[in-house]
């Protein structure tokens, strides 16, 4: 009785890392992205924005609001810090989002469910933040160490201000919120 050596199968690609590109490169190619995302093209293109914002000495926590809010000023700002263009420390905060215009009368079972759904959105975040993988059940646990949440999108942004405006939330910029006092 001989055992049958079984045959190992090649695997296929896996050619190695991918090629480096410089940062001029980058930049260059961030900026030939600007038009296709001025245009409202798909996620998938905001997508391949944060791979290329990655490869950059940007720091990442400054990608995500980029990204998820498709924010194309803090796109173009970040163009101009990678090409070494110094900005006023003023314009690096984030805007504070103004009433130029009378919030439109939202009815209060509405702001209810909002302030309800952002709560739950919280909670969840929270809780998603805490439970992440290598944290044993003999050590201290981890803290969820995160300021503001986007609210959820099932209400328009108009009741996320008018609940801003009532103060039962705090704008911080760039469509985030939190509770107040935390």
Same mark, same amino acid.
């Given at each position: &009785? ?18 480096? &590109? ?5 930049? =260059? ?26 490869? /950059? ?8 609001? &980029?990204v998820i809010g498709r ?8 163009i101009r810090s990678l090409?070494?263009?110094? =900005? ?6 984030? =805007? ?41 059940? &003999?050590?201290?646990?981890? /803290? ?39």
């Amino acid at each position: &009785m001989s055992k049958k050596k079984k045959k190992r199968k090649n695997k296929h690609g896996g050619s190695g890392p991918p090629p480096q &590109m410089n940062a001029e490169a980058l930049v =260059e190619a961030l900026v030939a992205l600007r038009p296709a995302l001025e245009a409202g093209d798909s996620g998938r293109t905001w997508g391949e924005a944060h791979k290329l914002f990655l490869k /950059t000495s940007i720091d990442a926590s400054r990608l995500g609001p &980029m990204v998820i809010g498709r924010d194309l000023a803090l796109f173009d700002q970040l163009i101009r810090s990678l090409q070494g263009v110094e =900005e006023p420390e003023e314009a690096i905060e984030p =805007e504070p989002e103004g009433d130029s215009e009378p919030a439109p009368e939202i009815p209060v079972e509405t702001l209810r469910k909002a302030i309800k759904a952002f709560r739950r959105r919280l909670k969840l975040t929270k809780l998603d933040m805490e439970s992440k993988l290598g944290v044993g059940p &003999m050590s201290g646990g981890r /803290t969820a160490d995160f300021e503001s949440i986007l609210p959820p999108n099932e209400f328009p942004a108009e009741v996320w201000k008018a609940l801003a405006a009532d103060g039962r939330l705090e704008a911080t910029g760039r469509g985030f919120y939190k509770l107040p006092g935390s």
